[in-house]
């Protein structure tokens, strides 16, 4: 099946013209082409999209729907078309769990401020590369390091370790932990995006591990004090959770904060991100 944007366009016009002959002076082209390409387009979906009378042209059921599809899919191609020819007006930034914690609202209302031009979205993508790898975003806040030599990153701060627990959990009454009162806990980890592994143990006190693949998942069974998990502070600010409570770990290192790109297409509005982000760690 082999379809053209000139076809939807054409059906398009037809749509709102109401007629083949307005069609085709909106399109530029003859009313045969009109009728020419609306055949062409209905022999390669199999089905009827118009009926056309002497008096005027409606669309079948399917054609109503192919209609509604066919107007999105050429927006889409529009915005597309747009994007590329206006040099990067958008940046889309993913994060996995959390994007940059407390300093979020601040990054989007400085951003806004500062680079008008260009429209700021944060798109949450739970993947190692938190959608740079699939093409969903222009960079990525990540909290690991991504071994991909087709990527680089830049740290822009640093997060404390957070015990994720349950409000009921007797742990919860005080105000810091060790690694040591984790060890005989299970701990519930995300290996594809997560920040920590038993690894982080002395050798011979880790904890046991179950997995997940998504905060809400974790949070869930957290607040059921079957697991405890351990995360990075920004997880804290974004996901407040009724029933669970959050407890700086002393004795983990700290997590690195990295901004990352794909190698040989940077964005251009790259340093700049990198230089707001580093500004709002350091608490300018």
């Known amino acids: 099946m082999d379809v053209e944007l000139r076809q939807l366009r054409c059906l398009v016009a037809i749509v709102d013209e109401g007629t083949f002959t307005d069609a085709a002076i909106a399109l530029g082209v003859s009313q045969a082409a009109v009728s020419r390409t609306l055949a062409s387009l209905e022999r390669a979906l199999g089905v009827r999209l118009l009926r056309r009378t002497s008096r005027e042209v409606t669309p079948t059921a399917t054609g109503m729907r192919v209609v509604v599809q066919a107007r999105r899919v050429l927006g889409e191609v529009n915005d597309l078309v747009r994007e590329a020819a206006s040099g990067h007006s958008i940046l889309r930034i993913g994060y996995a769990w959390s994007a940059v914690g407390r300093h979020t609202p601040a990054f989007q209302r400085r951003w806004a401020q500062t680079h008008p031009e260009t429209d700021l979205h944060l798109v949450r993508v739970n993947s190692a590369t938190a959608?740079?790898?699939?093409?969903?975003?222009?960079?990525?806040?990540?909290?690991?390091?991504?071994?991909?030599?087709?990527?680089?990153?830049?740290?822009?701060?640093?997060?404390?370790?957070?015990?994720?627990?349950?409000?009921?959990?007797?742990?919860?009454?005080?105000?810091?932990?060790?690694?040591?009162?984790?060890?005989?806990?299970?701990?519930?980890?995300?290996?594809?995006?997560?920040?920590?592994?038993?690894?982080?143990?002395?050798?011979?006190?880790?904890?046991?591990?179950?997995?997940?693949?998504?905060?809400?998942?974790?949070?869930?069974?957290?607040?059921?004090?079957?697991?405890?998990?351990?995360?990075?502070?920004?997880?804290?600010?974004?996901?407040?959770?009724?029933?669970?409570?959050?407890?700086?770990?002393?004795?983990?290192?700290?997590?690195?904060?990295?901004?990352?790109w794909w190698r040989d297409d940077p964005h251009p509005k790259t340093q700049a991100a990198i230089e707001l982000l580093t500004a709002l760690y350091r608490g300018d």
């Open 131 to 260: 959608g740079l790898a699939e093409g969903t975003c222009d960079l990525s806040v990540v909290r690991n390091v991504l071994e991909d030599r087709r990527f680089d990153g830049a740290i822009v701060g640093l997060e404390r370790r957070l015990c994720a627990l349950s409000a009921e959990d007797p742990l919860a009454a005080q105000r810091e932990l060790r690694l040591a009162d984790l060890s005989d806990r299970v701990l519930l980890i995300d290996r594809r995006t997560g920040t920590t592994t038993p690894e982080l143990w002395p050798s011979g006190s880790r904890p046991v591990t179950e997995e997940t693949h998504d905060v809400d998942d974790w949070l869930t069974v957290i607040s059921s004090g079957r697991c405890v998990g351990m995360t990075a502070e920004s997880t804290a600010h974004q996901y407040p959770r009724p029933g669970v409570v959050y407890r700086p770990v002393s004795d983990a290192e700290p997590i690195a904060v990295r901004l990352t």
